[in-house]
């Protein structure tokens, strides 16, 4: 009984709405940030972080095509007889 009060009041407690730190809205910032006319495409107008993110992604992206590819020519190939 004492455990289920225990967890009762530890579920209450992070479950309440008077956080500790309360997080501030960056809403309009962002907004501003993504709307601006700097000729840049939205994909990369969050700075370097979202360049490399890019490119980690675009690696990847090539790098499984070609290993299908790969994988494709493999399995045409016929098996030598051993």
Known sequence: MKSLLTLHRLASRSFSTSGRSQLKNRVLEHQKLF???????VHLKGGAVDA???RITMAITVGGTLFSFYSLFQAALPKPKA
Do not use: R
């Open 35 to 41: 709307q601006a006319d700097n000729n840049l495409p």
């Open 52 to 54: 490399v993110l890019y």
